[in-house]
């Protein structure tokens, strides 16, 4: 048998050929044309809505069995479930009481600190007022008394203060003297002195207060003017929007008192 004869018989009976160049072509067209993957937009949002589907599929599972498991829990489970909520639920709130107490303490707190502080300031000042170791400015009236004769005595003197007190005067000075609780006049018409410093004519009041109620007190019948003026005393009185008395004294430490606060 020939070669070619049996090359014939050959493929004949079973044996393989090479594939034709078109058809590996083919197949290798369709290989390419199905990987790698080519994803549209399309199927990417379609993925993603399966994606939220099954996960919300799931957590709906979730939630079934989980109410499923109450439904079918025991009356007694049941109970001790709810007093565990109620408790923790009072917990809760009572804690919260808790808190807004201690928030409104804290501003009460310092509500009080500042309103204690302001009072002190207050206090500080009226003091310092009274003592004389303050400047102060305010209305109030200029009276003046002048005493050609050398009549006017420490006593006539000191009934014009007492009676200017008793009007409402809040700050006094007289001839360049702060008054304070303990001033004393003493001395003669024409050496008169006060808290121990002499003075002399035409001697000026200078007063804080209210001037509708000084400047009457000091005019009522049988009163300071008129006495003064049977002494032969000129007195003028001017009333003031804005009178300055800065005048001070100076701040003494008491030897023995000490306040009962420290």
Do not use: C
């Amino acid at each position: 048998m020939s070669n070619d004869a049996f090359d014939a018989e050959h493929d004949e009976h079973g044996g393989q050929a090479e594939p034709a160049p078109e058809e590996q072509t083919g197949r290798q067209r369709l290989i390419a044309g199905i990987w790698p993957p080519r994803v549209t937009r399309a199927q990417l949002i379609v993925a993603v809505l399966l994606f939220v589907l099954g996960l919300g599929l799931a957590i709906q599972v979730r939630s079934n069995s989980d109410n499923s498991a109450l439904r079918g829990a025991r009356q007694e489970d049941l109970v001790r479930i709810l007093d565990e909520v109620d408790d923790r639920t009072q917990r809760l709130e009572d804690e919260k009481q808790r808190l807004v107490d201690q928030r409104t303490e804290l501003e009460n707190s310092s509500d009080q600190a500042e309103e204690a502080r302001k009072q002190t300031v207050e206090k500080e000042r009226q003091l310092g007022i009274l003592a004389g170791t303050v400047a102060v400015h305010g209305p109030g009236i200029t009276l003046s008394i002048s005493d050609p004769a050398d009549a006017v005595q420490a006593d006539m003197l000191l009934d014009t203060l007492q009676e200017l007190r008793a009007a409402g005067a809040e700050a006094i000075e007289i001839n360049g003297v702060r008054v304070v609780a303990n001033t004393y006049f003493s001395g003669d018409g024409g050496a008169v002195k006060v808290d121990g410093r002499k003075i002399t004519a035409p001697y000026v009041f200078t007063v804080i207060g209210k001037p509708q109620d000084l400047e009457p007190a000091l005019n009522i019948p049988g009163g300071v003017v008129q006495t003064l003026e049977k002494e032969q005393a000129t007195v003028h009185v001017a009333r003031s929007d804005d009178i300055v008395i800065d005048a001070l004294r100076p701040a003494e430490r008491p030897d023995y008192s000490r306040s009962s606060t420290q």
